[in-house]
Protein backbone atom coordinates (compact mmCIF):
# COMPACT_ATOMS: atom_id res chain seq x y z
CA UNK A 1 0.00 0.00 0.00
CA UNK A 2 2.69 2.08 0.96
CA UNK A 3 4.65 1.81 -2.20
CA UNK A 4 1.22 2.82 -4.41
CA UNK A 5 0.85 5.74 -2.60
CA UNK A 6 4.81 6.79 -3.06
CA UNK A 7 4.30 5.60 -6.75
CA UNK A 8 0.65 8.04 -7.00
CA UNK A 9 2.93 10.63 -5.57
CA UNK A 10 5.56 10.59 -8.21
CA UNK A 11 3.52 10.41 -10.97
CA UNK A 12 1.89 13.93 -10.04
CA UNK A 13 5.12 15.39 -10.71
CA UNK A 14 6.20 13.35 -13.61
CA UNK A 15 5.94 14.93 -16.96
CA UNK A 16 2.85 13.78 -19.75
CA UNK A 17 6.21 12.49 -21.50
CA UNK A 18 7.50 11.01 -18.61
CA UNK A 19 4.12 9.18 -18.77
CA UNK A 20 4.01 7.74 -21.87
CA UNK A 21 7.59 6.02 -21.49
CA UNK A 22 6.26 4.34 -18.00
CA UNK A 23 3.05 3.33 -19.56
CA UNK A 24 4.69 1.54 -22.20
CA UNK A 25 7.19 -0.13 -20.08
CA UNK A 26 4.93 -1.13 -18.19
CA UNK A 27 3.17 -2.61 -20.63
CA UNK A 28 5.97 -4.58 -22.24
CA UNK A 29 6.67 -5.66 -18.54
CA UNK A 30 3.19 -6.88 -18.91
CA UNK A 31 2.88 -8.78 -21.91
CA UNK A 32 5.97 -10.91 -20.63
CA UNK A 33 4.64 -11.81 -18.12
CA UNK A 34 1.34 -13.00 -19.52
CA UNK A 35 3.64 -14.77 -22.31
CA UNK A 36 3.85 -18.39 -20.74
CA UNK A 37 6.62 -21.02 -22.71
CA UNK A 38 5.05 -22.01 -25.51
CA UNK A 39 5.09 -25.78 -26.90
CA UNK A 40 4.56 -28.17 -29.66
CA UNK A 41 1.65 -29.70 -30.03
CA UNK A 42 4.05 -32.81 -30.82
CA UNK A 43 5.24 -32.44 -27.14
CA UNK A 44 1.82 -32.01 -25.93
CA UNK A 45 0.42 -35.11 -23.81
CA UNK A 46 -1.48 -34.02 -20.62
CA UNK A 47 -1.65 -37.11 -18.52
CA UNK A 48 -5.41 -37.38 -17.69
CA UNK A 49 -6.30 -36.62 -13.68
CA UNK A 50 -9.99 -38.35 -14.98
CA UNK A 51 -10.89 -41.54 -12.03
CA UNK A 52 -13.39 -43.63 -13.06
CA UNK A 53 -13.26 -47.79 -13.79
CA UNK A 54 -10.87 -49.56 -15.66
CA UNK A 55 -10.81 -52.86 -17.71
CA UNK A 56 -7.86 -53.34 -19.41
CA UNK A 57 -8.21 -56.45 -21.59
CA UNK A 58 -5.22 -59.00 -22.19
CA UNK A 59 -7.52 -61.36 -24.05
CA UNK A 60 -10.50 -61.26 -26.46
CA UNK A 61 -13.03 -62.15 -24.49
CA UNK A 62 -14.09 -65.03 -27.93
CA UNK A 63 -11.29 -66.71 -29.94
CA UNK A 64 -10.92 -64.45 -33.00
CA UNK A 65 -9.96 -63.81 -36.41
CA UNK A 66 -7.70 -60.81 -37.76
CA UNK A 67 -8.42 -60.50 -41.22
CA UNK A 68 -6.29 -57.83 -41.85
CA UNK A 69 -2.51 -58.30 -41.26
CA UNK A 70 0.85 -58.59 -43.27
CA UNK A 71 3.61 -60.68 -42.98
CA UNK A 72 6.16 -61.04 -46.14
CA UNK A 73 8.49 -63.73 -44.58
CA UNK A 74 5.57 -66.81 -43.59
CA UNK A 75 7.37 -69.05 -46.30
CA UNK A 76 10.71 -69.11 -44.58
CA UNK A 77 10.07 -67.86 -40.90
CA UNK A 78 9.68 -69.85 -37.61
CA UNK A 79 5.48 -69.40 -37.31
CA UNK A 80 5.75 -69.61 -33.41
CA UNK A 81 6.92 -66.19 -33.42
CA UNK A 82 3.48 -64.98 -34.28
CA UNK A 83 1.68 -68.25 -32.76
CA UNK A 84 2.91 -67.69 -29.20
CA UNK A 85 1.33 -63.93 -29.15
CA UNK A 86 -1.56 -65.21 -30.59
CA UNK A 87 -2.58 -67.37 -28.37
CA UNK A 88 -1.71 -65.32 -24.92
CA UNK A 89 -4.46 -63.12 -27.20
CA UNK A 90 -7.08 -65.53 -28.24
CA UNK A 91 -6.48 -65.24 -31.76
CA UNK A 92 -7.44 -68.22 -33.43
CA UNK A 93 -6.79 -67.42 -36.95
CA UNK A 94 -4.67 -64.94 -38.46
CA UNK A 95 -5.03 -63.81 -42.12
CA UNK A 96 -1.75 -63.06 -43.97
CA UNK A 97 -3.01 -60.51 -46.77
CA UNK A 98 0.64 -60.18 -48.05
CA UNK A 99 0.42 -63.64 -49.58
CA UNK A 100 1.82 -62.31 -53.10
CA UNK A 101 1.48 -65.28 -55.89
CA UNK A 102 3.13 -68.22 -57.40
CA UNK A 103 6.19 -70.07 -55.78
CA UNK A 104 6.32 -67.54 -52.99
CA UNK A 105 2.80 -67.95 -51.99
CA UNK A 106 2.98 -71.61 -52.14
CA UNK A 107 5.88 -71.73 -49.77
CA UNK A 108 3.83 -69.68 -46.86
CA UNK A 109 1.12 -72.17 -47.15
CA UNK A 110 3.25 -75.19 -47.20
CA UNK A 111 4.91 -73.75 -43.91
CA UNK A 112 1.58 -73.06 -42.39
CA UNK A 113 0.70 -76.87 -43.28
CA UNK A 114 3.46 -78.07 -41.73
CA UNK A 115 3.61 -76.26 -38.70
CA UNK A 116 0.47 -74.64 -37.67
CA UNK A 117 -2.37 -75.98 -40.09
CA UNK A 118 -5.56 -74.31 -38.42
CA UNK A 119 -3.62 -71.13 -37.61
CA UNK A 120 -2.81 -69.01 -40.71
CA UNK A 121 -4.63 -68.08 -43.73
CA UNK A 122 -3.27 -66.49 -46.71
CA UNK A 123 -4.22 -64.29 -49.25
CA UNK A 124 -3.13 -63.83 -52.73
CA UNK A 125 -1.92 -60.73 -54.23
CA UNK A 126 -2.35 -59.59 -58.34
CA UNK A 127 0.43 -58.56 -60.36
CA UNK A 128 -0.63 -55.68 -62.06
CA UNK A 129 2.42 -55.28 -64.00
CA UNK A 130 1.83 -55.37 -67.31
CA UNK A 131 -1.61 -54.38 -67.62
CA UNK A 132 -2.64 -53.08 -70.82
CA UNK A 133 -0.72 -56.34 -72.76
CA UNK A 134 -3.66 -57.82 -74.21
CA UNK A 135 -2.76 -61.18 -72.64
CA UNK A 136 -2.91 -59.82 -68.81
CA UNK A 137 -6.26 -60.63 -67.38
CA UNK A 138 -5.81 -64.01 -69.01
CA UNK A 139 -2.64 -64.46 -67.10
CA UNK A 140 -3.65 -62.76 -64.39
CA UNK A 141 -6.89 -65.23 -64.03
CA UNK A 142 -4.68 -67.90 -64.55
CA UNK A 143 -2.35 -67.35 -61.68
CA UNK A 144 -5.07 -66.57 -59.32
CA UNK A 145 -6.70 -69.95 -60.18
CA UNK A 146 -3.27 -71.92 -59.67
CA UNK A 147 -3.01 -69.88 -55.91
CA UNK A 148 -6.40 -70.70 -55.35
CA UNK A 149 -5.83 -74.34 -55.65
CA UNK A 150 -2.63 -73.97 -54.07
CA UNK A 151 -4.64 -73.00 -51.00
CA UNK A 152 -5.29 -68.73 -50.99
CA UNK A 153 -8.93 -68.32 -49.36
CA UNK A 154 -9.09 -64.64 -50.73
CA UNK A 155 -7.36 -61.91 -52.72
CA UNK A 156 -5.96 -58.11 -51.13
CA UNK A 157 -5.99 -55.60 -53.11
CA UNK A 158 -3.80 -53.14 -51.73
CA UNK A 159 -4.14 -49.34 -52.35
CA UNK A 160 -1.94 -49.11 -55.09
CA UNK A 161 -4.68 -50.09 -57.20
CA UNK A 162 -6.06 -46.54 -57.85
CA UNK A 163 -2.88 -44.42 -56.64
CA UNK A 164 -0.05 -46.08 -58.15
CA UNK A 165 -0.33 -48.44 -60.83
CA UNK A 166 0.53 -47.84 -64.42
CA UNK A 167 -0.68 -49.57 -67.69
CA UNK A 168 1.14 -49.82 -69.95
CA UNK A 169 0.97 -46.92 -71.49
CA UNK A 170 1.53 -44.79 -68.11
CA UNK A 171 -1.47 -44.58 -67.75
CA UNK A 172 -3.37 -44.54 -64.29
CA UNK A 173 -5.07 -47.48 -63.75
CA UNK A 174 -8.43 -47.04 -62.06
CA UNK A 175 -9.68 -49.21 -59.49
CA UNK A 176 -12.40 -49.79 -62.15
CA UNK A 177 -10.58 -50.61 -64.88
CA UNK A 178 -12.94 -52.91 -66.90
CA UNK A 179 -9.62 -54.91 -67.46
CA UNK A 180 -9.56 -56.28 -64.01
CA UNK A 181 -13.04 -57.28 -64.33
CA UNK A 182 -12.36 -61.07 -65.22
CA UNK A 183 -10.22 -61.09 -61.64
CA UNK A 184 -13.34 -59.81 -59.72
CA UNK A 185 -15.47 -62.33 -61.83
CA UNK A 186 -13.02 -64.99 -61.19
CA UNK A 187 -13.07 -64.57 -57.33
CA UNK A 188 -17.26 -64.51 -56.90
CA UNK A 189 -17.24 -67.54 -59.44
CA UNK A 190 -14.18 -69.87 -56.88
CA UNK A 191 -15.68 -68.75 -53.57
CA UNK A 192 -13.14 -66.22 -52.11
CA UNK A 193 -13.52 -62.90 -51.18
CA UNK A 194 -11.90 -60.12 -51.83
CA UNK A 195 -10.37 -57.74 -49.62
CA UNK A 196 -9.38 -54.46 -50.90
CA UNK A 197 -7.80 -50.96 -49.65
CA UNK A 198 -8.70 -47.91 -51.86
CA UNK A 199 -7.11 -44.40 -51.58
CA UNK A 200 -6.67 -43.36 -47.51
CA UNK A 201 -8.21 -41.09 -44.99
CA UNK A 202 -9.70 -38.14 -46.53
CA UNK A 203 -7.54 -35.47 -45.02
CA UNK A 204 -4.53 -36.69 -46.75
CA UNK A 205 -5.63 -34.71 -49.17
CA UNK A 206 -6.77 -32.00 -47.31
CA UNK A 207 -4.41 -29.10 -46.78
CA UNK A 208 -1.55 -29.68 -44.58
CA UNK A 209 -2.81 -26.68 -41.79
CA UNK A 210 -3.92 -26.10 -38.37
CA UNK A 211 -7.41 -27.32 -39.37
CA UNK A 212 -6.29 -30.95 -41.01
CA UNK A 213 -7.38 -33.99 -38.15
CA UNK A 214 -4.03 -36.04 -40.01
CA UNK A 215 -1.72 -32.63 -39.59
CA UNK A 216 0.50 -34.89 -37.62
CA UNK A 217 0.64 -37.93 -39.67
CA UNK A 218 1.04 -35.63 -42.53
CA UNK A 219 4.00 -34.18 -40.98
CA UNK A 220 5.73 -37.42 -39.34
CA UNK A 221 4.95 -39.41 -43.47
CA UNK A 222 5.07 -36.43 -45.65
CA UNK A 223 4.97 -39.13 -48.55
CA UNK A 224 1.21 -39.87 -47.78
CA UNK A 225 0.27 -36.11 -49.03
CA UNK A 226 -2.34 -36.15 -52.01
CA UNK A 227 -3.66 -33.66 -53.86
CA UNK A 228 -6.20 -33.60 -56.57
CA UNK A 229 -3.38 -33.60 -59.16
CA UNK A 230 -1.75 -36.00 -57.60
CA UNK A 231 -3.06 -38.79 -58.65
CA UNK A 232 -6.61 -37.63 -58.49
CA UNK A 233 -9.60 -36.14 -56.47
CA UNK A 234 -10.08 -38.52 -52.98
CA UNK A 235 -13.68 -38.90 -53.98
CA UNK A 236 -12.82 -40.37 -57.30
CA UNK A 237 -10.90 -43.14 -56.13
CA UNK A 238 -13.57 -44.22 -53.72
CA UNK A 239 -16.01 -44.15 -56.56
CA UNK A 240 -14.30 -46.43 -58.57
CA UNK A 241 -14.04 -48.86 -55.86
CA UNK A 242 -17.87 -48.51 -55.31
CA UNK A 243 -18.57 -49.27 -59.12
CA UNK A 244 -16.42 -52.61 -58.55
CA UNK A 245 -18.95 -53.80 -55.78
CA UNK A 246 -22.23 -52.54 -57.91
CA UNK A 247 -20.96 -54.16 -60.87
CA UNK A 248 -19.97 -57.32 -59.37
CA UNK A 249 -22.74 -58.30 -57.23
CA UNK A 250 -21.96 -61.94 -57.02
CA UNK A 251 -18.25 -61.22 -55.19
CA UNK A 252 -17.95 -60.90 -52.08
CA UNK A 253 -15.85 -57.51 -51.11
CA UNK A 254 -14.48 -56.71 -47.84
CA UNK A 255 -13.82 -53.09 -47.58
CA UNK A 256 -10.75 -52.02 -45.61
CA UNK A 257 -10.58 -49.55 -42.49
CA UNK A 258 -14.01 -49.17 -42.74
CA UNK A 259 -13.92 -47.90 -46.44
CA UNK A 260 -12.45 -44.76 -44.88
CA UNK A 261 -15.98 -43.40 -43.57
CA UNK A 262 -15.24 -43.97 -40.10
CA UNK A 263 -16.06 -40.47 -39.20
CA UNK A 264 -18.70 -40.63 -41.88
CA UNK A 265 -20.70 -44.19 -40.49
CA UNK A 266 -24.14 -42.92 -41.78
CA UNK A 267 -22.74 -42.89 -45.23
CA UNK A 268 -21.16 -46.28 -44.82
CA UNK A 269 -24.24 -47.48 -43.58
CA UNK A 270 -26.10 -46.48 -46.45
CA UNK A 271 -23.29 -47.76 -48.89
CA UNK A 272 -23.58 -51.02 -46.50
CA UNK A 273 -27.58 -51.02 -47.21
CA UNK A 274 -27.64 -50.64 -50.63
CA UNK A 275 -24.27 -53.25 -51.59
CA UNK A 276 -25.52 -56.81 -49.63
CA UNK A 277 -22.08 -58.16 -51.05
CA UNK A 278 -19.85 -55.29 -49.30
CA UNK A 279 -18.54 -56.32 -45.84
CA UNK A 280 -16.48 -54.06 -43.67
CA UNK A 281 -13.36 -54.40 -41.09
CA UNK A 282 -12.27 -52.06 -38.66
CA UNK A 283 -8.41 -52.35 -38.96
CA UNK A 284 -6.37 -48.98 -37.94
CA UNK A 285 -9.81 -47.34 -37.65
CA UNK A 286 -10.61 -48.19 -33.71
CA UNK A 287 -9.65 -44.78 -33.14
CA UNK A 288 -12.77 -43.31 -35.55
CA UNK A 289 -15.08 -45.98 -33.53
CA UNK A 290 -13.82 -44.95 -30.26
CA UNK A 291 -14.20 -41.42 -30.73
CA UNK A 292 -18.52 -41.56 -31.08
CA UNK A 293 -19.10 -44.71 -28.63
CA UNK A 294 -22.37 -43.89 -29.25
CA UNK A 295 -23.03 -43.48 -32.77
CA UNK A 296 -20.31 -46.58 -33.15
CA UNK A 297 -22.57 -48.86 -31.05
CA UNK A 298 -25.49 -48.29 -32.84
CA UNK A 299 -23.57 -48.83 -35.67
CA UNK A 300 -21.74 -52.09 -34.99
CA UNK A 301 -24.90 -53.28 -33.37
CA UNK A 302 -27.71 -52.47 -36.83
CA UNK A 303 -24.18 -53.78 -39.04
CA UNK A 304 -23.49 -56.54 -37.15
CA UNK A 305 -23.10 -58.90 -39.81
CA UNK A 306 -21.29 -57.07 -42.42
CA UNK A 307 -18.15 -55.65 -40.01
CA UNK A 308 -15.42 -57.95 -39.52
CA UNK A 309 -12.42 -57.80 -37.04
CA UNK A 310 -8.72 -56.46 -38.44
CA UNK A 311 -5.74 -54.77 -37.44
CA UNK A 312 -3.25 -54.29 -40.06
CA UNK A 313 0.05 -53.48 -38.12
CA UNK A 314 1.30 -56.44 -36.14
CA UNK A 315 1.86 -55.40 -32.52
CA UNK A 316 0.72 -57.72 -30.19
CA UNK A 317 0.34 -55.24 -27.44
CA UNK A 318 -2.17 -52.73 -29.45
CA UNK A 319 -4.45 -55.41 -29.99
CA UNK A 320 -5.42 -54.76 -25.63
CA UNK A 321 -6.34 -51.27 -26.84
CA UNK A 322 -9.42 -53.28 -29.93
CA UNK A 323 -10.69 -55.59 -26.79
CA UNK A 324 -10.97 -52.81 -24.77
CA UNK A 325 -12.79 -50.61 -27.23
CA UNK A 326 -15.38 -53.44 -28.36
CA UNK A 327 -16.05 -54.92 -25.03
CA UNK A 328 -15.62 -52.41 -22.21
CA UNK A 329 -17.44 -49.16 -21.41
CA UNK A 330 -14.37 -47.48 -20.30
CA UNK A 331 -14.10 -44.20 -21.06
CA UNK A 332 -11.60 -41.54 -22.18
CA UNK A 333 -8.38 -43.70 -22.39
CA UNK A 334 -5.40 -43.84 -24.80
CA UNK A 335 -5.39 -45.02 -28.73
CA UNK A 336 -1.71 -45.72 -29.16
CA UNK A 337 -1.08 -43.75 -31.86
CA UNK A 338 -0.83 -39.95 -32.02
CA UNK A 339 -1.02 -39.70 -35.58
CA UNK A 340 -4.23 -41.61 -36.08
CA UNK A 341 -5.75 -39.79 -33.24
CA UNK A 342 -4.62 -36.99 -30.62
CA UNK A 343 -8.13 -37.38 -28.93
CA UNK A 344 -9.04 -40.11 -26.19
CA UNK A 345 -11.49 -42.86 -26.74
CA UNK A 346 -14.25 -44.70 -25.03
CA UNK A 347 -15.57 -48.39 -25.16
CA UNK A 348 -18.83 -49.15 -27.23
CA UNK A 349 -19.77 -52.20 -24.86
CA UNK A 350 -21.02 -54.54 -27.14
CA UNK A 351 -23.27 -57.06 -26.09
CA UNK A 352 -21.88 -61.22 -26.56
CA UNK A 353 -23.81 -62.05 -30.11
CA UNK A 354 -22.51 -58.48 -31.46
CA UNK A 355 -18.82 -59.51 -30.02
CA UNK A 356 -18.96 -62.99 -31.78
CA UNK A 357 -19.72 -62.25 -35.12
CA UNK A 358 -17.28 -59.67 -35.41
CA UNK A 359 -14.47 -61.26 -33.28
CA UNK A 360 -15.13 -64.36 -35.99
CA UNK A 361 -18.66 -65.80 -37.30
CA UNK A 362 -18.30 -62.93 -40.22
CA UNK A 363 -15.06 -64.06 -41.26
CA UNK A 364 -16.39 -67.82 -41.00
CA UNK A 365 -19.30 -67.09 -43.01
CA UNK A 366 -17.21 -65.59 -46.01
CA UNK A 367 -13.86 -66.82 -45.79
CA UNK A 368 -13.45 -70.51 -46.43
CA UNK A 369 -11.28 -73.45 -45.55
CA UNK A 370 -11.15 -71.92 -41.75
CA UNK A 371 -11.54 -74.63 -39.06
CA UNK A 372 -14.75 -73.91 -37.73
CA UNK A 373 -14.24 -76.33 -34.86
CA UNK A 374 -11.86 -73.37 -32.49
CA UNK A 375 -14.75 -71.39 -32.40
CA UNK A 376 -18.01 -71.25 -29.84
CA UNK A 377 -20.90 -71.39 -31.42
ZN1 LIG B 1 -3.20 -53.40 -44.67
Known amino acids: MENVLIFEFKLRQMTDQKKLLLFLFLSIQNISYCQQPSMDFEKYNPKSTLVVPEHIRTRAKYPFIDVH?????????????????????????????SGGNGERLLKMIQNIKKNYPDKFIVFANVDFDGIGN??????????LETDIRNGAKGLKIFKNLGLRVTDTSGKRVPVDDPRIDPIWNKCGEMGIPVLIHSADPSQFWEPMDEYNERWLELKE???RKRTNE???PWQQIIDEQLRVFRKHPGTVFINAHLGWYGNNLQKLGQLLDEM???????????????????SARAFMIKYQDRVLFGKDAWEPEEYLTYFRVLETADEYFDYYRKRHAFWKIYGLDLPDEVLKKIYYMNALKIIPGINDSLFPD
Open 69 to 97: SHHWNMGTQDLRELAEPMEKMNMAVMVNL
Open 134 to 143: NDWAEKAVRQ
Open 221 to 223: RPG
Open 230 to 232: DPV
Open 276 to 294: PNMYTEIGAVLAELGRQPR
